[in-house]
Structure formats: C-alpha cells, structure tokens
C-alpha cells in the first residue's frame, strides 16, 4: 500500500503512522484471502528489462524489454518521464529506485501483472570512480519459484516447515522419503501435509500441487465472507 498526501499539507503525523500500524495486520489478513499466490502460462519474452536513473532521480535510458514488462503492469498511479522518453512510470517504479538512491542498498518489490504473472523489481545504487552515488539501475524480470513460494507462505499462511513439505510433495517425495529428508518422523509429516491441506483448501496431493504452481487458485475463504466480483456479490 502507498499512501500520498496533496502538495502543500502536511506530512504524516504519529498518530496517522501508529493507526495504520494498528490497521496492517487485519488488512493483511482479509487480503490474503483473496491471494492469488502462483499462476501457469507466460507474458512472452523473458528477458529482463532495464531503466536507467541520474542522481536526480530523472530517468535516463530504457530498453525495449523494460518497456514491455511495464505495458503489463496493472493500473495505478504514475508520473511521466521528461520529452523525449515520453514512458509513464508506476510510482512503485519510482519508489523502489528512490530508496535504493537515498540508502545506498539494494532495493526490491514484487508486482502482479495484468495477466496474473510475478514481476521482481530490483534496484541498486552505481557508484563512480570516488565512491559518490550517481547513477540506479532498476532491473525487472520474471519472478523465479523462490520468489513465488515467498509469496505461497504468505497467502496461505504457512510455517517455513510447511512449505518445505509442500516442495517435497511437489517433487514427488513419498512421506517416509520427507520425514528422511528432513529428519522427522511420519507421522510428524502427516501433520504438517493435514495443516497445509487445512490452509489451502485441498485433499489430495496432486489437488495441492496443481493449486499452488501450476494454475490459477484462490485461497478458500470463510464461509461467512462476501465477496464481490465484477460487480456482483458471492
């Protein structure tokens, strides 16, 4: 979530920062129940794309398959680079490459494109011959499973252990085979496969690997939960 304020007020107080803090962990929560963590299918061409930024935070060159990558971005708001580039840029683009400006580190988000695939934006600080910053490069490309199964643990909630027994499972490991592995008991592998089941809505194996990485799945929500979707509630 990025939050702005108008030009000329103030800036967000401590109390504004302390609701907010109060108010993440619900929304985190209720987002999560509509997650969707892992996607199949392709956006084409997988090679990385690249932007360039000054000092100023300017942009200064793009190439071809940046430009690509941020067409498959969702809607949000954006802020146009100076004439001769003429490339609308989401302010998470932004954001990501100011941080890494301002800290001198490495920065990084993950973005949900249109088609549902996984983007992983990374930005660093280049350094000139003194040592003093000049220009960021920002590099996006297609997110890899690792960064994929970070976001399965959190839309669905599971322990480092569970996702460990989902992996196996999806590397076709028997349960003697993970308890071995991981240097646990059967039964104890039983338990953690019956709480991922229990997270993820499914009961069977094969149910659990095609929802988590190889189709679209939206994790199951409470009963009681609306939702509405293209306008209309279920």
């Not at 109390?15 to 109060?22: G, K, N, P, Q």
Request: hydrophobic content about 45%; some cysteine.
């Amino acid at each position: 979530m990025s939050l702005f304020r108008e030009r000329g007020r103030p800036a967000f107080a401590a109390a504004d920062v302390a609701a907010l803090h109060a108010l993440s962990a619900p929304m985190a929560r209720r987002l999560r129940g509509f997650a969707r963590p892992a996607t199949g299918g392709s956006d084409g061409s997988h090679a990385p794309g690249l932007l360039l930024f000054g000092a100023d935070g300017a942009l200064l060159s793009v190439n071809d398959e940046a430009r690509e990558l941020l067409a498959l971005m969702p809607p949000g708001p954006s802020t146009t680079t100076a004439a001769g580039l003429e490339l609308p840029l989401p302010v998470w683009i932004l954001s990501t490459a100011g941080r890494a400006r301002l800290t001198g580190d490495s920065a990084r988000i993950r973005i949900r494109t249109l088609t549902g695939r996984w983007l992983v934006c990374h930005a660093t600080c280049l350094r000139d011959a003194h040592g003093e910053p000049s220009t960021t490069a920002l590099v996006i490309e297609h997110a890899a499973p690792s960064d994929v199964a970070a976001l399965i643990v959190a839309a669905y909630e599971l322990t480092r252990r569970e996702l460990e027994v989902t992996e196996l499972i999806a590397a076709g490991l028997s349960t003697a085979a993970i308890a071995a592995q991981l240097g646990v008991s059967a039964h104890t592998v039983r338990d953690h496969v019956k709480s991922v089941f229990d997270k993820t809505g499914v009961t069977s194996r094969g149910e659990l690997v095609a929802a988590l990485f190889t189709g679209y799945r939206q994790p199951a929500a409470a009963s009681v939960t609306l939702r509405v979707l293209d306008g209309r509630a279920g």
